[in-house]
């Protein structure tokens, strides 16, 4: 049974003609970039306004509320949703290059809402025609990029997280050596004023053993006189000459 699962699983290549037919499709897509979006503006929101100049495939939006956590996961917070850039996957190169240039540096709301009504959408213009109405004094930029395909970008998204990795690992690195240098520093300071309190106590001791100095001499030291005496012994020459 495993087996058999397992051989189901195994995709079967894809002959030269279908090759050639997903390439010339590849070709033929058109990808939009969205340096600016409107906050509270949804992936949903966008493929809806999008959508009206032509089939979409692929949609990716950065989003701004996410920060990165431990082991290189996100954490998303909590609050209105605040996509920072984008990216749109139009089935046409061409209707990609009219939506960059009709949507470019224009107010979002009622741009929409026009270009529903030419498309003749119906019941989903006036639906357009409302939820525009939030973001209809928004702007947003966007620009076509000749020549960018789907798999670039992910191979960027994967560069700058291994790139976001790295850096935080560096600064982790020089985050712990920082903290081991100041516990030194501080265990260094404490053991100077161990040694310090210490010498102070010695030398107060030392000056409550010493005799207080009289008031009159004022630390000068005493002299002291001694009388001579006459020496006892003679010197055996001088006894000769008395006898």
């Known amino acids: 049974m495993q087996a058999a699962a397992e051989e189901a699983k195994v995709l079967k290549p894809l002959s030269s003609s279908e090759l050639e037919a997903f390439k ?3 070709r033929k897509l058109g990808i939009v970039y969205i340096s600016r979006i409107p906050p509270g503006m949804t992936p949903a929101k966008v493929r809806h306004i999008v959508s009206n100049f032509g089939e979409i495939g692929r949609l990716y939006l950065q989003d701004g509320n996410e920060t990165p956590g431990e082991g290189g996961s996100k954490k998303k917070r909590r609050g209105v949703a605040h996509y920072t850039e984008g ?4 089935l046409s190169k061409k209707v990609a290059k009219a939506a960059a240039e009709t949507l470019n540096a224009q107010p ?4 929409a809402a026009s270009n529903s009504k030419k498309s003749g959408t119906g019941g989903g213009s006036n639906k357009m025609g409302k939820s525009s109405k939030r973001f209809q004094d928004d702007v947003w930029t966007l620009k076509y990029l000749k020549g960018f395909k789907w798999h670039m970008l992910s191979e960027q998204m994967a560069q700058e997280r291994a790139s976001h990795t790295a850096r935080l690992r560096t600064e982790l690195s020089q985050s712990a050596f920082e ?3 100041y516990l030194k520093k501080v265990e260094r300071a404490r053991i100077q004023d161990k040694k310090a ?3 102070k106590t010695k030398a107060n001791d030392a000056d409550e053993s010493t005799p207080a ?6 630390g000068r030291e005493k002299v002291r006189t001694f009388k001579q005496r006459q020496p006892v012994t003679k010197d055996v020459r001088d006894i000769a000459q008395q006898a």
Not at 87 to 90: A, K, P, R
């Open 179 to 181: 903290q081991a240098d």
């Open 213 to 218: 100095t009289d008031d009159n001499n004022t």
């Open 108 to 111: 979002i709301g009622g741009l």
């Open 24 to 26: 010339k499709k590849q």
């Open 197 to 199: 309190e210490r010498r």
């Open 87 to 90: 990216w749109v996957e139009f």
